[in-house]
């Protein structure tokens, strides 16, 4: 662990990054680039080309039949031949089951899977603008979406988690993953992530980081927890 994390050896433990370590790490950096790469193209893959089916089948699985490539009436997006339904794979979970497309538990969960998304976006590019200003170094950023939770991408992760489960599974099965799996993230975030990171901040930022939590009381989601 880095030199200039303040916390006690329990909570370095505990944590699963080394905070306060800016060492640049090009073997990292790099696997995280190239496996950031290939994602679009296995996904392209999954939705044009239907490469997901064979491999269930191959355990056995029912999977929905291709159906129709999109269309939209962008040309863009109508040249790649994307399959909806290859969004869905096993037919024992899938939304598309529910109603023709697109499903009212697909637009809800696509809603907070968006959601929860751009709210990790825009948290972090605003902590990032006000991080790479050097007046503001060994400062808190307590502005922007941070107003609102004090870990507010923790909150937008746990949201588009969630929302994902619930597009790809639908109402019945979709909810109650969705709901394990917000539950499960939940638990972790206030049982250990959290109370890691707030001894972390208590101790490196001191007396800010108190008058913040007074001023921001919500932990991960507002008006929630």
Not at 26 to 41: H, N, Q, S, Y
Not at 70 to 97: E, Q, V
Not at 158 to 164: D, L, Q, V
Request: proline share 8%; net charge positive; with cysteine.
């Amino acid at each position: 662990m880095s030199h200039n994390d303040p916390r006690s050896e329990a909570s370095k433990k505990l944590d699963l990054i080394s905070r306060g370590d800016y060492t640049p790490t090009p073997a990292g950096k790099a696997t995280f680039f190239l496996l950031r790469a290939a994602e679009p193209v296995l996904q392209y893959g999954v939705l044009a080309h239907g490469i997901g089916p064979p491999i269930l089948h191959r355990l056995e699985l029912r999977t929905l039949p291709p159906g129709p490539p999109a269309h939209t009436g962008i040309a863009a997006i109508d040249n790649l031949g994307l399959s909806p339904s290859y969004a869905f794979l096993l037919s024992a979970t899938s939304a598309s089951k529910e109603t023709d497309f697109p499903q009212p538990s697909l637009v809800v969960g696509g809603t907070l899977y968006t959601v929860g998304i751009l709210t990790e976006l825009v948290a972090e590019i605003q902590r990032k603008r006000f991080k790479s200003d050097p007046k503001n170094k060994g400062k808190a950023y307590i502005g922007g979406l941070w107003q609102v939770a004090r870990h507010i991408k923790y909150g937008g992760y746990t949201i588009w988690r969630a929302g994902y489960a619930l597009a790809g599974g639908g109402w019945a099965l979709g909810a109650m993953v969705a709901a394990l799996v917000g539950a499960l993230f939940a638990i972790d975030f206030s049982t250990r992530a959290i109370p890691v990171l707030n001894e972390y901040c208590e101790k490196r930022y001191g007396e800010a980081w108190g008058k913040f939590k007074q001023q921001t009381p919500y932990h991960l989601v507002p008006f929630v927890y």
